[in-house]
């Protein structure tokens, strides 16, 4: 009989984060691996999340595309085709008076019957926008977006307008850490890892 047989529990197919149980095979344990760096059991799914949003700002380019709240729908989605974005900032000078993304065109303008060329920023833009500042957590974030449902998060140094972040650029960022992570394991079972 092979070591893993008499183990009632084995790695699956999966990899060694997944561990079934022999005995009852429908049970799957909760995913999770021990780091090297703190010999403690840390959940797959509650892996760190690090960095700050001014991280992320960093590594963006530095436009801020806006429009003020005077100008026409139709100006705005045609600034944002342009710019390939999905969501401008509405701006009066320096101050941020709300977000306009391809969502309020669609749900107050297309299935409103509006015209574009004639409604006015003002009259569909989201008026309660979420913002966060270059301190605040990457995990803080995340969360904020997906609790509100919403994709853009201007970044504001007091009152000033400083940047944008989407769901993308979070989404990247997470992307990059895990790979870290991975790469950092990957040398540690073969043999690199200094500690």
């Known amino acids: 009989m092979s070591p893993e047989m008499r183990d009632p529990l084995h790695v699956n197919a999966q990899g060694p984060a997944h561990l079934v149980n022999r005995e009852s095979p429908r049970i799957v344990l909760r995913p999770a691996m021990v780091l090297p760096y703190s010999k403690e059991l840390r959940p797959l799914n509650d892996m760190d999340v690090s960095g700050t949003i001014g991280a992320i700002l960093t590594q963006k380019r530095k436009e801020i595309y806006s429009i003020p709240p005077d100008a026409t729908v139709f100006e705005a989605i045609e600034m944002m085709d342009a710019k390939n974005v999905g969501a401008l900032l509405v701006m009066e000078g320096d101050r941020l008076k709300g977000i306009i993304s391809e969502r309020d065109y669609t749900r107050k ?17 989201s008026t309660n926008v979420f913002t966060t500042h270059s301190r605040q957590g990457v995990d803080e974030c995340l969360r904020i977006m997906t609790d509100k449902h919403i994709r ?26 895990q790979q870290a992570a991975i790469a950092h394991l990957e040398n540690y079972i073969h043999g690199g890892y200094l500690g």
Do not use: F, N, T, W
Request: glycine share 10%; aromatic share 0%; proline share 2%.
């Open 109 to 125: 303008v297309v299935l409103r019957g509006k015209r574009s060329r004639e409604a006015k920023v003002a009259e569909i833009m």
């Open 152 to 177: 853009h998060l201007p970044v504001l140094d007091g009152d000033k307008v400083v940047g944008v972040i989407s769901i993308g650029d979070l989404v990247k960022h997470v992307i990059s850490c």
